[in-house]
């Protein structure tokens, strides 16, 4: 049996707590949001309602390397389970168990995603923005009936550079899906 001296579950990691933590850390600001983690509203709003003692140390990890925040979860624990059963005529409450998943469990068979700094490395991730913003100008100047300007057709360069840039670093797997798991640290 795995010690309990860890305290209580926390899958926001070890050190802070706010659903920014959500897997140790590598999820952005939004994890929170993030729908692929299906997370219950409660913990997408900042609590989390698990009230098990922590008995596994883990982190999520990618194949790079990159290395989440310490958490720790539940494991597999008994759940209290209440039933009726007829004894001698009368209806009785029976306190029974159940061998329940804990939250490692749960993050262990759910998918985590891929590491958002593989996705996005630098400075990719910087020029991802500047193209944002270059199309968001472009938007204005089409907005102005301008869609004839030098300035755009600048921008279109601009932005077509830019985009020939990230295929290349895709192509060259500097910019890769990189899935997460999860490891247990001792
Ligand atoms: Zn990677
Ligand atoms: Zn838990
Ligand atoms: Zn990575």
């Known amino acids: 049996m795995a010690?309990?001296?860890?305290g209580r579950c926390n899958p926001y990691g070890a050190e802070t707590g706010g659903p920014k933590r959500v897997l140790g850390g590598l999820y952005g600001p939004r994890s929170a949001e993030t729908p692929e983690m299906n997370l219950p509203d409660s913990v997408a709003q900042g609590e989390w309602p698990c009230t098990q003692p922590a008995q596994v140390r883990c982190r999520a990890v990618c194949r790079c390397g990159h290395k989440g925040q310490l958490m720790q979860l539940c494991s597999?624990?008994?759940?209290?389970?209440?039933?009726?059963e007829l004894v001698a005529g009368e209806f009785r409450r029976v306190h029974g168990t159940v061998r329940a998943r804990g939250h490692y469990e749960e993050f262990l068979s759910?998918?985590?995603?891929f590491c958002p700094p593989c996705?996005?490395?630098?400075?990719?991730?910087?020029?991802?923005?500047?193209?944002?913003?270059?199309?968001?100008e472009m938007h204005r100047l089409y907005v102005l009936a301008k869609w004839d300007s030098p300035?755009?057709?600048?921008?279109?360069t601009m932005v077509e550079d830019a985009g020939k840039m990230m295929d290349l670093a895709r192509f060259q797997g500097i910019i890769h899906n990189c899935p997460l798991t999860l490891v247990a640290v001792s």
């Open 3 to 6: 010690t309990l001296l860890l």
């Open 76 to 84: 597999w624990h008994d759940d209290d389970t209440w039933t009726s």
């Open 110 to 113: 759910r998918q985590a995603g």
């Open 119 to 136: 996705a996005w490395p630098a400075p990719y991730a910087e020029l991802q923005k500047e193209i944002q913003g270059w199309q968001a």
């Open 151 to 156: 300035r755009v057709r600048q921008l279109q």
